[in-house]
């Protein structure tokens, strides 16, 4: 009724609050006020503001009208907590609600290190040829791509590509099918490498080139035969 606060029943967003988003966020809301009606929306970066007080104009901050029900609108990349409440028309404001906005719209850098290794876990050295097949893991006990950075959300993960178009979660496995993480065809063998943040940016790719030549020698016996 009017002249009793009130809470909001419901906030939405246009994207995951309280984790990472490369996209904008916009904060919906909806609320039950049977007296004077909804006045506005408001939001503060204050953890300490007050719901009445003379400090309010200070912290609190007027966003849009109340029929749009829309809390705020945010595009620059943030981490920060916020609250939001609404007010009637009679002055009456609801308990404030936290919710953290948290913006990364920046990719990471690409992977600097990927290496390669033989099957008894010596190094490859990448373009180079080789007779042997090649496995895209680094090291026994650290296999995967490394390097790349990011300042916001962090990095979530590195990815693996043959082709730079289908790309899966870079976890060594290796199987005689599985052959994205084992080289064994006669040719050059390309793998693209990419860092991926908490937000969902991806990074430029890393390629490393890997030859193998299987069939020198039966090469080798053919053009000696044709003499």
Same mark, same amino acid.
């Given at each position: ?15 995951? &609050? ?9 904060? #919906? ?55 939001? #409440?609404? /007010?009637?028309?009679?002055?009456? /404001? ?41 496995? &895209? ?30 790309w899966v979660d870079y976890n060594y496995a290796y199987s005689e099918t599985n052959t994205i993480y084992a080289m064994h065809s006669t040719g050059e063998n390309v793998r693209?490498? #990419? ?33």
């Amino acid at each position: 009724a009017s002249g009793v606060a009130f809470n909001v029943r419901h906030l939405g967003v246009s994207a995951t &609050a309280d984790q990472w988003n490369r996209d904008d966020i916009v904060l #919906r809301g909806t609320t039950f006020e049977e007296g004077s009606g909804i006045k506005n929306w408001q939001y503060t970066y204050n953890a300490s503001a007050t719901v009445t007080g003379s400090d309010d104009k200070v912290h609190w901050v007027n966003y849009s009208s109340p029929e749009l029900e829309s809390i705020g609108h945010w595009s620059a990349e943030r981490n920060q907590n916020t609250y939001v #409440r609404v /007010c009637d028309n009679s002055g009456n /404001c609801s308990e404030k609600t936290p919710v953290k906005i948290m913006i990364d719209k920046t990719k990471p850098t690409k992977p600097t290190t990927m290496e390669f290794v033989f099957g008894d876990w010596s190094r490859y050295t990448q373009d180079t040829w080789t007779n042997q097949s090649v496995f &895209a893991a680094s090291t026994k006990d650290s296999r995967g791509p490394s390097g790349s950075t990011d300042s916001s959300s962090g990095i979530a993960k590195y990815q693996i590509s043959s082709d730079g178009s289908t790309w899966v979660d870079y976890n060594y496995a290796y199987s005689e099918t599985n052959t994205i993480y084992a080289m064994h065809s006669t040719g050059e063998n390309v793998r693209y490498f #990419r860092a991926v943040d908490n937000a969902g940016n991806v990074s430029d790719t890393n390629t490393t080139v890997v030859k193998v030549e299987k069939n020198k020698d039966k090469k080798r016996r053919n053009i000696q035969s044709s003499i």
